[in-house]
């Protein structure tokens, strides 16, 4: 089983910054594909970013390139890793729940919700014009 754990949401003004982090531990395979998805009121939930559990493979939406940032850290013991969501020049329609997510992903299918596992609970960010 793998856990998913998520903060760092909240509410900032257009052009400000957040930083969302996700905790993924229990079972973590080598082979892990992590994803950040965000969903507003009367929207599906959409594609943000994806890396691998080893860094590569980092990728954005269109939406937010140039803007957001995917990472991820690798605890020394091996038994976590910390993915990362830098989010910067923030506008308003950013605003949704994040998610991250996290499963057994092939890469043509990193921008599909349904191909992942687990998820973690969520987070707000709103982002106030």
């Known amino acids: 089983q793998v856990q998913l754990v998520e903060s760092g949401g909240g509410v900032v003004q257009a052009g400000g910054s957040l930083r969302l982090s996700c905790v993924v531990s229990g079972r973590t395979f080598s082979w892990l594909r992590m994803a950040w998805f965000r969903q507003s009121p009367g929207k599906e939930r959409e594609f943000v970013a994806t890396?691998?559990?080893?860094?590569?493979?980092?990728?954005?939406?269109?939406s937010v390139k140039g803007r957001f940032t995917i990472s991820r850290d690798i605890s020394r013991d091996n038994a976590k890793i910390t993915m990362y969501l830098q989010m910067n020049s923030l506008k308003p329609e950013d605003t949704a729940v994040y998610y991250c997510a996290s499963g057994l992903v092939q890469d043509f299918n990193v921008r599909v919700s349904g191909a992942y596992t687990y998820w973690g609970q969520g987070t707000q960010v709103t982002v106030s014009s």
């Open positions: 890396i691998r559990w080893n860094g590569a493979g980092a990728d954005v939406d269109d």
